[in-house]
């Protein structure tokens, strides 16, 4: 059931962020490793700051406080393939 | 090693041993008005051997190698010497260097305010260098831009400047053969030739200046310029850097700022002239 | 020679106060040539040593902290990986020594990621493994049969997006070694760290690194090797030490390690007549970084050879290499 999949940030896995335009460069310090990433995963990142696990639906949640994200199963989704993907290079971990 | 040279380019020394006179004497005399320390502690050691006993004597060929090294680096003739001697000192540089942000590009300063210009082999980025260096820019390097983690100045490292195949006659009959290094015919490159840069350059590379325009030259294209996008300058500087990656976040840092702060433009031409009329201008609307 | 040079400035770097600027040429180009040179490093941080001697130590430092953190984060994606596997990951070697915080990894090179595992979870971690986007490095179906047949470890793999190299083990020598180290005591033995890491425990990490140099190696990187066993042997009971080394058939490499290690980085002790061999080969470097004594050298990567693959096997394997151009270089 991914509705109860529950991620988290890691202290140890902050990032130094840099916008270039439209672009935004998170460096890694633990990997060493510079990335390239556009909207929505800073804002997604963002939502997980505090450190507490989280579902994609409370992400989605709190990212529609300040975001029009338009239908919510579609959003959702989008949303959990970013997550996926920030699983995969380290910088989210699954709680 | 029986015959051997060290020798300071910019803030790096370099300690050259050879197993053949040829490279040494020929690096000396290019080489000339560089300090030449006969005792000092080099950053790096180069080493010009032979590949085996019998390639020391018969089809003398090189093994480039050193403190740093590729095992599968193809060894050279001993009549493409001195270009192994300086292939040698750039493997150090490119693998080795950490005391500042190594860019694959050239630059050029007037005014106290440097111009830094990167693209691939090819891309006239070392010719447009040299012809500057000859009309009133002070020459900084041909192969590598050096950027201070800490001011985010760039520093020079003025080593010879290496010509190729067409390049070779343009520049030669600016400078004079006087300040040429031998013909290297039917290098892995074509003919190359190094050019010695002047005196004043070589006097002054210590000295750095800030950053004030930074081009993607291209060589053979007819003329026009573009805007360049952040993103994209620093996926390309980043790829145009060899210790990017080892410098970690302070590189990381060093190079944001850079790409933020210093305005770029590509540049397309399809002559040395133009390209040259091109710098001049976009060098005074830069803001 | 530099190679001593380089052992007698590790035993006592106050000895460097005499160095002139071609001692220090010599010293360093060893040092990096070993792969010794964070070590170094690390040794000479408190030494008065000259202006231009700073900055390549300050740089070797910073490589070494560097080199660290991005081992330990190849151990961290790798615990991850194999989490759901249940099994316990050995780290071995460098990324063990840092993870750890041991002396012996203090400014140590640490090159690919060293793992062992239970042999019979070697098929579940290899396809946890490529499903985290690790992948072969070589595909020559040769060189893959030799790999799975006779080594002690799945033919090397490199993680797609980040470049690096695990090597995966079963166990600590080659299966056609004449030894046979007793790989499921060790894992069994392990301390853990945390997140399903382990590292091996204080007297099977002698044994690992003295079967890595001794009973496996051509002694490339022997010195560096022997500074590892110097500084692991002092976090060990000697009594456990020679009973787990016998246990793993490797009593008398660890012996001899131990007088190799005292007579180079401590202030001394009697050498057999091998064990003077064994040191001059340690020592083959000049003042330029050179190997010297090359036909030492070269016996020494066919004694490894041998080691490790009965004769024929070993011809065979020779020539199936040869043929495609590869020489020791």
Known sequence: MTATKLYRRDGADAVTACALDDIVLLYHPRSGQTHMVISPVPEILDQLADGAPASVAQIHDRLTRSFDLGVPDDAMREIAVHLDALVALGLVRPA | MRQS??????????????????????????????????????????????????????????????????????????????????????????????????????????????????????????????????????????????????????????????????????????????????????????????????????????????????????????????????????????????????????????????????????????????????????????T | MSAALLVRTLRDPASVAGLDASGWNGLIAAARAERLIGTLAFRLADVAVPPAVMPILSDARADAAREARQALWEADRAAQALGALGVRVVLLKGTAYAAAGLKAGQGRFIGDLDILVPVEAMAAVEQALIAAGWEWVKDDPYDDAYYRQWMHELPPMIHATRDRMIDVHHTILPLTARQTPDAAAMIADAVPLGDGLYVLSSEDRVVHAVAHMLADGDLQGGLRNLWDIHHLLADTDPDIVIARAARHGLLPHVQQARRLAAALYSPGARLTLWDRLIRARLLARDGWGRETRKALIFAFFLRSHWLRMPPLMLARHLWTKWRKGHRPS
């Not at chain 2, 000396?28 to 020391?56: G, H, K, N």
């Not at chain 2, 195949?165 to 031998?182: K, L, Q, S, T, Y």
């Open chain 2, 5 to 286: 040279l060290t020798l300071r380019i910019g803030p790096a020394t370099f300690r050259i041993g050879s197993a053949w006179p040829a490279p040494i004497a020929e690096l000396a005399r290019l080489y000339a008005a560089y300090p030449q320390p006969i005792d000092a502690i080099a950053d790096f050691t180069v080493r010009l051997q032979p590949t085996s006993l019998v390639r020391r004597f018969i089809r003398p060929s090189i093994f480039i190698t050193g403190d740093h090294g590729l095992a599968d680096a193809a060894p050279m003739s001993l009549s493409h010497g001195l270009l192994a001697a300086e292939m040698g000192m750039n493997l150090q540089m490119a693998l080795g260097w950490r005391r500042h942000l190594l860019l694959h590009a050239s630059s050029v300063e007037k005014d106290g305010r440097v111009l830094v210009m990167t693209g691939e082999s090819g891309s006239g980025k070392s010719t447009l260098a040299a012809l500057l260096g000859e009309r009133g820019w002070r020459f900084m390097g041909d192969e590598f831009a050096l950027l201070d983690l800490d001011s985010g100045a760039i520093l020079p490292f003025p080593r010879l400047v290496s010509l190729k195949n067409r390049a070779i006659d343009v520049v030669a009959g600016e400078v004079g053969e006087a300040r040429m290094g031998p013909l290297l015919a039917a290098t892995a490159k074509g003919d190359i030739r190094h050019m010695v840069p002047r005196r004043d350059a070589v006097a002054r590379m210590g000295k750095g200046a800030m950053p004030a325009l930074l081009l993607f030259p291209r060589f053979g294209h007819a003329a026009d310029m573009r805007a360049v996008r952040q993103a994209e300058i620093f996926m390309r500087l980043t790829q145009a850097s060899t210790n990017y990656v080892a410098l970690g976040e302070p590189g990381f840092a060093a190079l944001t700022r850079f790409v933020q702060h210093v305005p770029a433009r590509a540049i397309d031409f399809p002559t040395g002239e133009e390209a040259i009329a091109m710098v001049e201008r976009l060098w005074e609307e830069r």
